[in-house]
């Protein structure tokens, strides 16, 4: 103890009688520093009796109590100091008055407190919990002799400006302690940056737009087994925004809750810590969605998992920002999805999914490659990887496209490797009018960038990225094929889609009274296309045949004067202009 000026006020008749009666202490301009070794040794050592306790006595007789009536604490540095718990208490005290009073069950008192909290570390290793926060307020505190407990009664305690109501109850002979907080009306990251670093760091990946709700509970049993003191936190989220690894949620409501032991009895620390979403009903990219429970598991290496329910018209995603490569004019989507995936740095990777998604109906507008899908329907599945589409029904234009495709570790892949994505396609239809997918020949449309960035904008820029950069198989079979004046019956296509390149394997047609087969490739470039077709012709009608391709471009020899039938090899090479 260091001090300018300290008071000390006795009632001298106690003296006389037996009794220490102290009417005042007050202490000014002083610095206390109560320290522990790292072997157990304090410098309060020195007031400890060493006699032994009287076993016959069975209660403190009151001639051998000390009752100070008054405290007065005025500009003091109190520092609590402790090696081999790991744990700090600081505070730069402007004003402690303390009233107090001696019942027979023990004391009561009045504490006015006006402190600065320099450190409130109870694990240094982990850091400090209200760290440079101020605390003023009223405690009313007693002490029961039975218990061998102070019992603070839950009043309102200024934090940092904000009013909480704290309560709490310290079991002096266990070194333990609970203490109850509650408090309203405060904004989440205010709350967690009340936190200790290694809890905080978590909460703040988190964000919650609004003011919310929160009561915890900060619980000590005293034996120093985990370091840490267990924390449980409930908070109520009501009509709020808030911001999750893979994007927004508005429109929020649910209860949540934090706790550093999510298994009882387990450790106390990151590794069985989690975060819980409870009947949690938002918007998600203007999409509403229900999730009974969301939880994010092990914040030293994050695990998230929930079930995800929607069902909403697809015009719903219009008007958000970052949907700029679709526009959705008609539709419903109806979801139900389990997912769980590990979480980098908060970003949701390595998802498993199982579930479905139903697309009915659709008219969808894909705006890179000016495709226009109507009266377009797919089922969706995903098993935990693998994700197969099933009663696909397209149109484009007049063209009727019925599709169903498997993809392999399609979840895993979305995210790390697009590029490695294998779609095998199948496809068939009644009738297909070429010039409709002229536009998958031509480059992509740039879109007007936005200046601002957000989850929904990477969400769909990803999207897209997947569709551009991932491999194709497609194996298609059309009952008619027409192009301007070709026609072609029973379509047989092997076709391979790979970066800026489309492979045709193998395409047979029936044609003109006879059958044409061809290979060869386009090269999709900023100007124009490179084109390569090797092809067989056997025994086609040669008027047929040219009326077909408007005479090749010439009219020196024309359908008109020929007659016949024609077989050849035909290998051709160019540029197609877009």
């Not at 619980?219 to 840490?228: A, E, N, W």
């Not at 070429?434 to 999207?463: C, D, H, I, T, Y």
């Not at 490179?530 to 008027?543: D, G």
Request: glycine letters at 6%; proline letters at 3%; hydrophobic letters at 40%.
């Amino acid at each position: 103890l260091k001090a300018q000026n300290t008071d000390v006020s006795l009632i001298v008749l106690s003296l006389i009688v037996g009794d220490t009666d102290i009417n005042r202490i007050a202490i000014n301009n002083a610095s206390i520093y109560i320290f522990t070794d790292s072997l157990g040794y304090s410098n309060t050592s020195i007031f400890k009796s060493n006699k032994p306790a009287n076993d016959d006595k069975k209660s403190i007789s009151k001639n051998s109590t000390l009752a100070i009536k008054k405290i007065d604490f005025n500009k003091v540095n109190l520092i609590l100091d402790n090696k081999k718990r790991f744990k700090l208490f600081n505070f730069n005290i402007d004003q402690v008055q303390g009233r107090m009073e001696y019942p027979d069950s023990g004391w009561t008192g009045k504490i006015k407190l006006k402190t600065q909290v320099n450190s409130f570390a109870f694990n240094t290793r982990k850091g400090s919990f209200l760290k440079n926060k101020s605390l003023e307020g009223t405690l009313s505190a007693h002490y029961s002799r039975k218990l061998d407990a102070v019992i603070l009664d839950p009043e309102v305690l200024k934090i940092g400006g904000h009013p909480f109501k704290i309560g709490a109850k310290i079991e002096l002979d266990k070194s333990a302690f609970a203490i109850n907080i509650a408090v309203d009306d405060i904004l989440f990251k205010d709350v967690a940056l009340l936190l200790s670093p290694n809890i905080s760091s978590k909460l703040l990946k988190f964000g919650i737009e609004k003011p919310i709700n929160i009561r915890g509970n900060i619980i000590d049993d005293g034996s120093g087994k985990y370091g840490d003191p267990l924390i449980k936190v409930g908070i109520t989220v009501r009509d709020n925004v808030v911001s999750i690894p893979a994007g927004k949620l508005t429109a929020a409501n649910f209860d949540g809750s934090f706790t550093n032991q999510d298994t009882s009895g387990g450790i106390i620390g990151d590794e069985n810590s989690s975060i819980k979403f409870y009947k949690l009903r938002a918007k998600y990219f203007n999409a509403p969605i229900k999730i009974d429970t969301f939880t994010v598991n092990n914040l030293s290496q994050p695990i998230a998992t929930g079930l995800v329910t929607s069902q909403f018209p697809l015009t719903n995603l219009n008007n958000t920002e970052g949907t700029e490569d679709f526009e959705f004019k008609n539709g419903t989507a109806d979801l139900r999805l389990y997912c769980k995936a590990d979480i980098d740095n908060f970003r949701f990777t390595k998802p498993v999914v199982s579930g479905r998604i139903d697309i009915a109906d659709a008219d969808i507008f894909y705006i890179p490659r000016k495709l226009h899908l109507v009266k377009s329907a797919l089922k969706m599945n995903f098993n935990q990887n693998d994700l197969s589409i099933q009663n696909g029904h397209f149109q484009l234009g007049k063209s009727v496209l019925n599709v169903s495709c498997n993809i392999a570790n399609f979840a895993n892949l979305y995210y790390t490797d697009p590029d490695k994505i294998l779609v095998n396609l199948s496809m068939n239809s009644p009738q297909l009018y070429l010039n409709e997918f002229l536009p998958l020949l031509g480059p992509r449309v740039k879109q007007k960038k936005s200046s601002s960035s957000n989850s929904m904008r990477a969400a769909s820029k990803q999207l897209s990225n997947v569709l551009e950069v991932s491999k194709m198989n497609i194996k298609l079979n059309v009952g008619k094929a027409i192009y301007d004046k070709f026609l072609a019956k029973n379509l047989a296509a092997d076709i391979s889609l790979r970066g800026e390149g489309i492979y045709f394997n193998k395409i047979s047609v029936a044609h003109a009274g006879g059958t044409l087969t061809l290979n060869g490739n386009i090269i999709q470039q900023s100007s124009s296309n490179l084109f390569k077709i090797n092809s067989k012709i056997s025994h086609v009608s040669v008027k047929d045949f040219f009326y077909s391709f408007d005479n090749f471009g010439q009219k020196t020899i024309t359908n008109k004067n020929l007659k016949g039938y024609l077989s050849s090899l035909v290998n051709i090479s160019g540029r197609i202009s877009h």
